[in-house]
């Protein structure tokens, strides 16, 4: 380890114990995906005490970035550190005394308890500690760091926009980045980082499909057009698309929110499906939108209703590439540890990081901090007499507090290494 590398740890040490008091606010306060003002204000607020070069504000919504230019020379190079800071609309099960009560009455499709069961309450404050710890070292920095603190990863609301898509529409990352950099708190072994070559996650689009049948009473169905069995067929044959598909590759197609406009003694006019499709390969998602829909619409024509189908909110795989991770990997196991640096297997939730990530080039991680640990074959599992292992987005995900300077060392040392030429393809 060099003397700027010793440097920058022992600056994480000092903001470690800030790092964890923004993280339990943060956790307190969740917001949901395009209303994340007081988080962004939060944000907005120690990017500004920190003297940074400019603080964008009010950028695809609640977007905020930091621009902070190194007073070492350098070789135009521009490292961005991106942490996602929207919520979830789950409820808040993970038993700390600083566990969310918050409760979203206005939110489109709400109410809904709110909670940061995805972890993006950690994100957020390993960023406001790396951005610290890089500001305090900013003479020695031979380049530019941004901080992008991004709104409405999880999705906005459909009838809106938001996330990484827009925060590049709307110019956000200037100077273009040489890098992008992130990571995901994951249910790993506390400070482990898992890395894949390829895509961890797969593609994602939105899903929603409306069939369309004739409204009538209960008692006289055949003077309408009862729009549920055709549902039913619908939802049937989604089982059958996989085998449609090369099943060496995985897809899944997941319907999670039907919507019946009827009553128990009445028909409604329409039902709509809201739903998910993943692809291990984008390139398979053409296909499965194509073969989803064409299922609905005969489906439908068949109980002599018709279906409409959206895809909305497309999200790209996120790629690491050979390259990037072989650049990568020295930094990690310095900051880590050789033996908490394993390949990660490849999942089907999505980030749109990959935005970032794919055009920029750069790298995703995955981050460990629960009670876990590996088997020989890489496989995390529960420590015994531990919390357990508990996936993001469900009411009881926990994150371990004292490891998130962990991860604020890992973005610091990742920025300095990139801009100091160590760290490319
Ligand atoms: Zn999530
Ligand atoms: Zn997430």
Redesign the pocket.
């Known amino acids: 380890m060099t003397d700027i590398h010793a440097e920058l740890d022992r600056r994480a040490a000092d903001v470690a114990d800030q790092v964890v008091a923004w993280r339990r606010h943060l956790h307190r306060n969740p917001e949901l995906s395009n209303r994340e003002a007081r988080t962004a204000e939060l944000i907005a607020d120690h990017l500004r005490s920190l003297g940074l070069d400019e603080v964008r504000t009010g950028i695809a919504g609640h977007g905020v970035v930091g621009v902070l230019h190194g007073g070492a020379p350098d070789e135009g190079r521009v490292v961005a550190l991106r942490a996602?800071i929207d919520a979830l609309p789950v409820p808040d099960r993970c038993g700390a005394d600083f566990a969310s009560t918050v409760v979203d009455e206005d939110y489109p499709g709400g109410p809904f308890p709110v909670s940061h069961a995805?972890?993006?309450d950690c994100?957020t404050a390993m960023l406001l500690g790396a951005a610290t710890v890089l500001a305090g070292a900013r003479d020695r920095l031979p380049g530019t760091v941004l901080f992008v603190f991004q709104p409405a990863?999880?999705g906005p609301p459909v009838d809106e926009s938001g996330g990484a898509r827009q925060m590049l529409a709307e110019g956000a990352l200037d100077p273009v980045p040489t890098m992008a950099f992130g990571m995901?708190v994951t249910p790993y072994p506390k400070g482990c980082v898992g890395y894949r070559v390829g895509n961890q996650y797969g593609a994602s689009c939105l899903v929603r499909i409306t069939v369309h049948g004739k409204q009538v009473h209960g008692s006289t169905p055949w003077l309408g057009v009862d729009p549920m069995p055709a549902v039913g067929a619908v939802l049937t044959g989604i089982g059958q698309l996989y085998r449609q598909i090369d099943a060496f590759a995985p897809v899944t197609v997941s319907i999670g929110h039907v919507e019946d406009v009827g009553r128990f003694n009445i028909i409604g006019e329409t039902v709509t499906l809201w739903g998910t499709i993943r692809c291990a390969v984008e390139a398979d998602m053409t296909d499965a939108r194509k073969r989803l829909a064409t299922l609905a619409e005969h489906s439908a024509r068949a109980y002599g209703c018709t279906a409409t189908t959206d895809f909305l909110q497309d999200v790209p795989a996120v790629h690491n590439s050979e390259e990037w991770v072989t650049a990568g990997l020295p930094t990690f196991r310095r900051v880590v540890g050789d033996d908490k640096v394993v390949r990660s297997a490849a999942t089907l939730?999505y980030?749109d990081v990959s935005e970032f990530v794919n055009r920029f080039g750069g790298l995703y991680v995955m981050f460990g901090v629960q009670d876990a640990e590996l088997t020989a074959d890489g496989a995390p599992v529960p420590t015994p007499g531990g919390r357990g292992l508990v996936p993001?987005h469900n009411p009881r995900f926990y994150a371990d507090d004292a490891t998130l300077v962990t991860g604020v060392r890992l973005h610091a040392q990742v920025a300095y290494d990139h801009l100091s030429g160590a760290l490319r393809p």
């Open positions: 996602d995805c972890g993006h994100h990863e999880e995901h939730g980030d993001n």
